[in-house]
Structures are given as C-alpha cells and as structure tokens.
Nanobody, 128 residues
C-alpha cells in the first residue's frame, strides 16, 4: 500500500513563497519508478495539475506556474517537494501530492484521474 503525506502549506501574502513537501511510504527502489506530482483544487473548481516529475526525471508544469514553481525529488528520503515563489492569490487551493507507476507520456499530461495514490492535501492560502 502506497501512502503519501503532505506538509508545508499555510498562509502567505501575494509575492511570497512556500515549500510543500510530500513523503511517500514505499520501498525505495519502487519510489524511483513512480510518476509523482502536485495537483490542486480550489473551491468550486476541478482538481488540476500543477507540476509533475516522471520516473526518469522529466518535469512538466501548468502554464500559470511555469518559471515560478519548481518540483523536485529527494534522493534518499522518498520525498517530493514543490517550491513556490511569487505566489498569487489565484494559487489559493488545497494542494495534493499524487503518485503512480506511469509511462512518461502519461505522467506529463498531468491528468488527475491517471494517478491512483493521493495524499490528504495541504491548504495554501495567498492573500492580496
């Protein structure tokens, strides 16, 4: 059973930064086989992809966060991070970490229904 736990959310003013962390409980060798990513869901909106990393290290970002957000993996601690800078109020949402064994082409599509394992989410609130 794969379990994911997010942390690092909070409240910040527009222009500020936050770093989200996700810990995945799986065997280390399996960890490196996974597509992992960050998704978000704002009230009244559908869940959407923010940033993903394929099992072989390719990254993709949503158009409105490219250049401001950076997704990365920890080397030894089964972790995924999302560094968010220059935050805007429209980034306010619940942020979820997700993972699954996916081909790179599927992972890079950032479609939530393609991934089976999800964390409980961490709230990010950006005030203007």
């Amino acid at each position: 059973q794969v379990q994911l736990v997010e942390s690092g959310g909070g409240s910040v003013e527009a222009g500020g930064s936050l770093r989200l962390s996700c810990t995945i409980s799986t065997y280390t060798y399996e960890y490196f086989d996974y597509c992992m990513g960050w998704f978000r869901q704002a009230p009244g909106k559908e869940r959407e992809g923010v940033a993903v990393l394929t099992y072989n290290g390719r990254a993709a970002y949503a158009e409105d966060v490219a250049g401001r957000f950076t997704v990365s993996k920890g080397n030894a601690k089964n972790s995924l991070f999302l560094q968010m800078t220059s935050l805007k109020p429209e980034a306010t949402a619940m942020y979820y970490c997700a993972a699954d064994r996916l081909a790179s082409s599927v992972c890079l599509r950032m479609i939530p229904r393609d991934l089976d394992y999800w964390g409980q989410g961490t709230q990010v609130t950006v005030s203007s």
